[in-house]
Each structure stands twice: as structure tokens, then as C-alpha cells.
């Protein structure tokens, strides 16, 4: 490491609150699906920021989308109309097929909305504040305070009780458990469609369609949090799409914006109407003309350049290849995920090699200590695949 880089490093930890555990590197640019840090090294970005960057770095119709903004207008509030967040609105719902649009800074105030909008939902019904929600085990939402009471990890939580009250939990894909947690206060459940910090665990037709007629059976909203597997990841522009089973409430962010900070949460036609007002929820960066210029051109690049069916072409290849390292090594207990969203299973911690592959030009991530989560930019090829996984061979063959 040149001594450039140690200082930046040492002055960062002088300087920020250290609530995170970073590697020990200085990321300075990016070009397609490569980051560069500050002495010239190469890294193949099987991250893309966690999920965010699916059209990858340095991608020219978005910068120049972007920069187009920056010299025409950054910012008005929400006391004013603008172009770019109603043509913004108008494009994510010809995509999800809902019918109301909030947008938000991140996924955590996604979140929150989704929330927010569910309880005021279930109030104007019969004026109660006592209502319940429903939440999965393993389950991973943000880390404000609406967000992180439906997170399903206690250690999460734990040092910040006591949390937003009269939250359930339930697990992922057993139906008996959700409906154990059911009574008359129940006012929505809310899931990731593909768990992921939580281990890449996908939801199942058979479960997600029985949690929907439950939904519809009892006047429950059904709220799916598509923050990490929406947008493309699993070869549909939102997970749920693949089965059919849409929600009343959804939220996105992380490639909404491909790197600006946006996020979303959107309402049916029923919890639209039914629910949040005026002076009801607000925000005053949400939906500015530079982070909607940003989302209206991710979807538009989305259509125009075939992400999501690059996605289907590369995916199975992924699999193939990850399925191939497994049958190799005793030690990897499984692979799961849908798309590019994967993940393989160790019956070991897997830092050790995160942490030699980055010594070898490729970045990785986990999902919890004994799975390694791959949630490449949506843009990689089968070339990009087979780099990877010769790099990620030649450490695995070392443990």
C-alpha cells in the first residue's frame, strides 16, 4: 500500500465515526465493472456497491443525463412541481404496476413510508392506534427506527429498545408462522421478496400466494421490500413479478438511482386513496429534479440497453459456475439466490476469503459470516463471470 493511501486511511479513522469494519483500501474511480483504487489497482466489482451500481461505473448516457441536470436545476422542495420527478413517477409505475409513487433519500426512509402509510391505512378503518404488523425472521429493512423494529435480527436491535411497538415475527416460506401470528389488530406483513443480508433466502410462489389471499381474505396489506432484488437483479424489474404476486405496498432504492441516493415506496390504488395526506409524511430532498433525472434515466437505459435480459443470459451462467465450485469443495454447503443475487454457503466463516480475493483484484461481500453474497453490476458477462470465479478458485483452493 503506498503511503498516499495509508494516510487517507489514517485520517479517515481520526475522522468518522467507526461504524464500519472497512477493508483496507481507498476506491478512487470506476469503469464498467472495475473499481480502481488510489495506487492504479484493478478490482472486478462483484458488489456494485451493494446491489446499487447495475449499470456499473462510468457509464456515458447516465453521466452525461446527470450532468445535464447539475446545470439546469438541483433542488426546489416538495412545495413545487417538477419535470423530472413526474415523468419519474409516470415511468416506475408503467414498470411495477402500482398506481402512487412516494419518493425518498434511501431505502430505510422506504421503509418507514411503506410503514407510516400501512398504520394510517388500518386507522381510518376504525380510528385504533394499536395495530400490528407482521415481520420475518432473518429478515433486513434498514437501520432508522421504523426500519430496523421490522428486522427481523434481535442483535440489530437490541441495543436501541425499546422499538416502534406491536411487531411480529414470523418466518420466511412457513405459512403456519404467519398465521399463528395473525388477530384482528393485524394490519400488514411485510417481507423482502429475496432476503439478503439475511442469506439470500427467496420467498416461494407457494408462500407468497397464501400470504396474498391471507392479505385479501382479511383486508391486511401485503408489503414487499424490493430494495435489494428489485430493479433487475433477478431477472425481472421486481422480484415479485416472476410470480405474479403483487403487493399493495412496495419499496425500492439502491439501483433506482444506479448511485445517487433515491429510493421509493409505492401504493396501490386502494392504500393510495386510503391513507397518507397531507402533512402526513414528508421530505424535503425526496424526489428533487437531480435524483429524478438520475431514476429516469436508469429506466430508460433499462429498456433501451436490455439490462434485465442480460440479466436472464448471464445468470444461469453464474449459477453453472457457482454450482461447479460447490461440487469441488466439501466445505461450500449450498448455493441459493435468484439472478444476480447469489449466494454460496460455507460451513466456515468466509472473511478470510473476502479478504484474499481482494488481495487478488476482486471484491466480494458477505450475507451473514458463512455465505459469500455475489450481486454483480447487472451489466457483466459470461467473460466477467469465469474472471471471477478463476480468482475466487485460487483461494478457495488455499483454505
Known sequence: MSELMQNYI?????????????????????????LYDL????????VSGIAVFALGYNYKDYNDALKAQIDKLLHTSNYYYNVPAIEAAKKIKEVSGMDRVFFTNS??????????????????????????????????????????????????????????????????????????????????????????????????KEFLTKVRELCDEKDILLILDEIQCGMGRTGYMYAWQKYGIKP?????????????????????????????????????????PFACAAINKVLDLFKEDNIIE???????YLEQRLDELKERYDFIIDRRGAGLMQGLVFNRPVADVINMALSKGLIL????SEIIRFVPPLVITKENVDDMIAILDSCLGTI
Open 365 to 368: 461481500i458477505n450475507a451473514g
Open 39 to 46: 495506487d492504479g489497482k484493478k478490482y472486478l466489482d462483484f
Open 248 to 288: 399493495d405496498i412496495m419499496t425500492t432504492a439502491k439501483a433506482l438511482g444506479c448511485g445517487v441516493p433515491v429510493g421509493a415506496f409505492l401504493l396501490n390504488e386502494k392504500v393510495g386513496a386510503h391513507s397518507l395526506v397531507a402533512g402526513d409524511h414528508g421530505t424535503t430532498y425526496g424526489g428533487n
Open 310 to 316: 442480460n440479466v436472464k443470459n448471464v445468470a444461469p
Open 107 to 204: 431505502g430505510a426512509e422506504a421503509v418507514e413510508g411503506a410503514i407510516k402509510a400501512a398504520r394510517k391505512y388500518a386507522y381510518l378503518k376504525d380510528g385504533r392506534t394499536d395495530h400490528e404488523i407482521i415481520a420475518m425472521n432473518h429478515s433486513f429493512h434498514g437501520r432508522t427506527f421504523g426500519a430496523l423494529s421490522v428486522t427481523g435480527n434481535p442483535h440489530y436491535r437490541e441495543a436501541f429498545e425499546p422499538m416502534i411497538g406491536n411487531i411480529k415475527f414470523a418466518d420466511l416460506n412457513d405459512f403456519d408462522s404467519v398465521l399463528a401470528n395473525v388477530t384482528d389488530k393485524t394490519c400488514a406483513i411485510i417481507m423482502e421478496t429475496v432476503q439478503g443480508e439475511g442469506g439470500i433466502f427467496p420467498a416461494t
Open 10 to 34: 489514517d485520517e479517515a479513522e481520526k475522522a468518522l465515526l467507526h461504524t464500519y469494519n472497512r477493508y483496507q483500501i481507498v476506491l478512487d474511480k470506476g469503469d464498467g465493472v472495475y
